[in-house]
């Protein structure tokens, strides 16, 4: 189907290497999110896409994270210098205007 | 910051008796409430939705319900079905905010 897909499903890093999370949204969905969910927490945001431009990064936990958009579609999450803490679920939506978030399966990503 | 908490991490019914998931909320300017059922490795999915102008919403098996005043919301299952267990959150989103706060989720098991 034409879901929300994500990749890779699985990251195990080393700490302190660089991670690239990719979203895929479904098809006209003009907004697109990133939420984490650590062991044990709730969803987290962490930003927030409207085409292409982000008018809310207020959930990125610090200047190690950011997130792209482009063509107003495929987006990518980017971790630098990852930190054992960063260790999540990491989950991608997007949502028509006025309608439910859609999900991806998720990112399980692994800092050792 | 907890906006939005799910006290119980875990709910455990038998089959055909109704399960109820609740959730509380601290801030006043949320207007639109749902909840989302999460299967293990997989994305959360829409399950059902409350604007605060409502009380009440059923969907089938499924109703919430909103309690302003109190700033609860619950969510009822009835019958429960072994194929209800998962992780249920509870979300909110205020007017014209794009983002969404979760709960951490409640485990529900519904035994055979």
């Known amino acids: 189907g034409a879901g929300v897909s994500q990749s890779p499903s699985n990251k195990v890093t080393e700490k302190g290497k660089d991670v690239e999370l990719r979203c895929d949204p479904i098809?006209?969905?003009?907004?697109l999110y990133w939420y984490r969910q650590s062991l044990g927490q709730g969803l987290e945001f962490l930003i927030y896409?409207?085409?292409?431009?982000?008018?809310?990064k207020s959930g990125l936990p610090s200047d190690r994270f950011s997130a792209e958009r482009t063509g107003g579609s495929v987006s990518t999450l980017t971790i630098q210098r990852t930190q054992q803490e960063d260790s999540a679920v990491y989950l991608c939506?997007?949502?028509?205007?006025?309608?439910?978030?859609?999900f991806g399966p998720g990112t399980r990503l692994t800092v050792l | 910051d907890q906006q939005v908490k799910q006290n119980s991490p875990s709910l455990s019914v038998q089959e055909g008796r109704i399960s109820i998931l609740n959730c509380d909320y601290t801030n006043s300017m949320f207007d639109y409430f749902l909840w989302y059922k999460k299967y293990p490795a997989e994305g959360p999915t829409f399950l059902i939705s409350i604007s605060s102008i409502k009380d009440k919403n059923e969907d089938g098996r499924f109703t919430v319900f909103l309690n302003k005043s109190a700033k609860h919301l619950s969510l009822h299952i009835v019958p429960s079905q072994p194929g209800d267990s998962a992780v249920y959150f509870c979300?909110?989103?205020?007017?014209?905010?794009?983002?969404?706060?979760f709960g951490a989720g409640t485990r529900l098991t519904v035994k055979p």
């Open positions: 896409f409207q085409g292409n431009s982000a008018p809310d």
């Open positions: 939506a997007s949502r028509e205007v006025n309608n439910e978030q859609f």
């Open positions: 979300a909110a989103r205020g007017y014209n905010n794009n983002d969404m706060r």
């Open positions: 098809s006209g969905h003009t907004a």
